[in-house]
């Protein structure tokens, strides 16, 4: 009946009416053609959403949700190597997976753990030029850094924030976290408070802080005098690898930190001026490690303890060592970068633009449309072998009302590895879906709907199109002989 009209409205071409219409209809189809690029065919079939659990993490960007260290499934291999300490864990940095772990959940002494959070929260407080005078406390301190060739920090002076980070990175320095203690809280004790405090707060729930060193402290509780008060046994750090991973991985997304842990040597102009050199202890590290390791803190307290994160074979990690040998700290890390990189490989899971055929969404008028994956993610498995499990589940952001433009989420696909890690990529409308509140919008649906209409319609444009071009032509010869004639009845008058 369309195509009726529009043959009808094709033999009335000569009149201006008939005209009006022409051009109406070739604007009508014209845009259709136009915007078929844009809007290829439905399909029409509908899928329905998929239940997913409300456990699912979100991911939007490429690093991926967090893993809860407790819940996952520890090893996705077991340890192809051996370390001097009696813990260790390697972890994923970007969505906290466990690769290798040997007592990763036990209760350690840790003085590592303390200086990294006195390291942590100074880095959130204080800007590097913030000078900070030593305290008698401070200054009466033993300190490993004097025998690496630091000068002894003395009551009164003052050193930038900046050398006491460092100084503490580098040398393990007791005298410098104390200091930065000091700084922030005026009182040791009062800065022991902001420092549990932070652990929870990072969901460190298995470490409790007694000193801003992590050495042995002396615990005081009043007795039944309140002026009296009753020591107990010293009590140092106490933590897990599970969590020292969280501290290290918050220390290593802190800007002021990371830096100060990436560096392997510095030049630092003191009051005085004095210029210091200052080298960290595992500073042959870097160069070992063939620069994979970007940075690192090590300690040799009352255990010695090897914190890094860098990369191997692409991935991300972050390693810990705790129990070791000091001897042995550089193998050892050396060591767990080359499994790493001999056993896991980046993978791409989906690429941005390809289709998702897990699902089908719909508008609230009943147009459906396909959807595609909106960006490209990747993810860490074991060399040759997917390590995925073959179920997809979808979950839908719906109902939708037009417009939807491309690029859109509307949905999420989810993806599960086989330790238990879910992967939720955002998936949108495979095309642009046009607002249905205007004629031509509706228009252009009953057209898509037909393909066959569409054809007729397009045989019948390019028909009119050549019954114009006729036209024309005859038009323009009439018009070249009447201006013939009238030129030569001017001539014949004179």
Known sequence: MVADRAQGKGRSASTSHGRGRIVSLCLLVSFFVFSSGLIPGLTSSVGEPVAVAAAVLPVSEAPGPEVDLDASIANLATPPVSVSGTAMMVLEANRSRILFEQNSAIALDSPVSAKLMTALIASEQLKPETMITISSVTAEMADLAVSKGQPALKTGEKYSFEYLLLRLIFYDSDAAAVALAEQISGEESDFILLMNNKAQSLEMLDTVFTSSTGLAAVVKRSGENQSETIAQEPKTASTTL??????????????????????????????????????????????????????????????????????????????????????????????????????????????????????????????????????????????????????????????????????????QAIFKLRDGTTIAVDVGPDRQILSSVTLIDRALKQLQSNPNLTIVLLVTLMLLILVLAVKVLANLTRLTKLTYLLLFEIRSRR
């Open 242 to 411: 599970r969590d020292l991973a969280r501290l290290v991985k918050a220390a290593s997304q802190n800007k002021t930190l990371a830096s100060a842990l990436t560096r392997r040597n510095e030049y630092l102009v003191l009051p005085g001026p004095t210029v210091i050199s200052l080298h960290h202890q595992l500073e042959t590290l870097w160069t070992l490690s063939e620069d994979r390791v970007t940075g690192a803190f090590f300690s040799n307290r009352s255990s010695a303890a090897t914190v890094t994160f860098g990369t191997a074979n692409g991935i991300s990690i972050i390693t810990l060592i705790h129990g070791g040998l000091a001897s042995a700290a550089i193998d050892d890390t050396v060591a767990l970068y080359n499994a790493v990189a001999d056993n896991f490989e980046v993978a791409t899971l989906v690429e941005a633009g390809d289709h998702f055929f897990g699902g089908q969404e719909q508008t609230v008028d009943g147009e459906s449309f396909g959807l595609v994956y909106l960006k490209t993610i990747t993810y860490v498995r074991p060399i040759g072998q997917d390590y995925l499990d073959s179920a997809v589940q979808y979950q839908s952001f719906g109902p939708f009302t037009r417009p939807i433009l491309t690029g859109t989420v509307i949905g």
